[in-house]
Each structure stands twice: as C-alpha cells, then as structure tokens.
T-cell receptor
Framework: SQTIHQWPATLVQPVGSPLSLECTVE??????LYWYRQAAGRGLQLLFY??????ISSEVPQNLSASRPQDRQFILSSKKLLLSDSGFYLC???????????FGPGTRLTVT | AQKVTQAQTEISVVEKEDVTLDCVYE???????LFWYKQPPSGELVFLIR??????QNEISGRYSWNFQKSTSSFNFTITASQVVDSAVYFC???????????????FGKGTKLSVKP
C-alpha cells in the first residue's frame, strides 16, 4: 500500500531564516505531487505541483520554491521566511491527474 | 469558471442527530470529478469519496451517504446518527477532466466545520 510522509511535523523559525520541508511517497511510481498551504481560515491553497522528476509548476508567485530530486521526493524551500509564510503545509500525491489526492500528515510552520 | 461553494461555515449538532453538509459546484466541463475530504483536529486530510460526473447514483457507506444531483450542481454529504468522532472540517472538491490541465488540480471549497456534542 502507498504511504506519504512529511517532516518535520512542527517547526518554529525566525523571520529571514531558510526553510526546507520534505515529503516522500512510498509504494508507488511516478506519482503526481502537490504542495498546499492552509492558513487561518481553513482554505487550501495550491502552491506547487509536479508531474515528474525535475518538473515543477508554481501556482502562486512567492518566496517559496519546490524541487523534486527523486521520483518520490518533493521538497519545499525558502531562502528567507516571512511572517506570512506561517501556516499548515500539506503534501499530497495522486496516481492520475484529476483523480483523488492523498495527503500527508502536514507540517505546522510558525514564523516568529 | 470552476468553483466549489460550501455555504455552511460551521454546524453544531448533538450526538445521534443526522446532519447534511452542502456542496454546490460550478464547472464549464462536461466531464469532472467530485470529492469529499475529512480533516480531523490532527490536520491530515482524509479522502472519503470520489464521484464521476456521468454517475449520478447515490452512494452509501455505513453512516455516510452522498447525494449527487447534476440538475442542481450539488454533491451533498449526509452523516446519519452522528458521533463525536465525526467532528472535523469537511471539504468538498472538484476536478475538471478536459479543462483541468495536465496537472488536474483539485478545486476545494472553504470547508464546513462540524462539531458533534455528546
């Protein structure tokens, strides 16, 4: 069966510090991968998606970036965090574009 | 334009009551998928169901049931005999097959927070 992991689970970082969140999927090949952010108010905002290694598309211009160095690894990064980057970050995967997405446990980021 | 509306921001019921969560969608596509997700306090989104646009048959899974009506562009979710463990935020989502692009993004509603009190 497929599983999706995210770490760290929680993170407190000062403004201006770098960020690296990692997501890995097990039990499947060539998954479509997604990064979402959920800020206060509960809405889900799609940040990045990837259909293959090295292929990243951004939905929202911001100071975050994503990379996919391996088939089942998806990384979210920032060189300098802003207060507005605080939120709950969720990674997801799907087998087919448009089909159901399966979410990881999330990372709660607080920027102070 | 594609859009998912969950008009109910918060619902509070007492255990064993039935509760219906509303979802109304807008799409330009003739082929699409609809989804429901549950987000308990722990935060992880849990996939509950996917419904294809060409299949209007209602679905029942234990205490959960889903009513899909293309005529009203609605995909409502009913929990029968609610329990405290049903307390969560529930999201409805849409993906368009022909207009969704290669990434097939899911368009989420803003969610309905359900509180079930003992």
């Amino acid at each position: 069966s497929q599983t999706i992991h995210q770490w760290p689970a929680t993170l407190v970082q000062p403004v201006g510090s770098p960020l690296s969140l990692e997501c890995t999927v097990e039990g499947t090949s060539n998954p479509n991968l997604y990064w979402y952010r959920q800020a206060a108010g509960r809405g889900l905002q799609l940040l990045f998606y990837s259909v293959g290694i090295g292929q990243i598309s951004s939905e929202v211009p911001q100071n975050l970036s994503a990379s996919r160095p391996q088939d089942r690894q998806f990384i979210l990064s920032s060189k300098k965090l802003l207060l507005s980057d605080s939120g709950f970050y969720l990674c997801a995967w799907s087998e087919i574009p448009g089909s159901e997405q399966y979410f990881g446990p999330g990372t709660r980021l607080t920027v102070t | 334009a594609q859009k998912v509306t969950q008009a109910q921001t918060e619902i509070s019921v007492v255990e064993k009551e039935d509760v219906t969560l509303d979802c109304v969608y807008e799409t330009r596509d003739t082929t699409y998928y609809l989804f429901w997700y549950k987000q308990p306090p722990s935060g992880e989104l849990v996939f509950l169901i996917r419904r294809n646009s060409f299949d209007e048959q209602n679905e029942i899974s234990g205490r959960y049931s889903w009513n899909f009506q293309k005529s009203t562009s609605s995909f409502n979710f009913t929990i029968t005999a609610s329990q405290v463990v049903d307390s969560a935020v529930y999201f409805c989502a849409l993906s368009e097959v022909n207009y969704g692009g290669s990434q097939g993004n899911l368009i989420f509603g803003k969610g309905t927070k359900l509180s079930v009190k003992p």
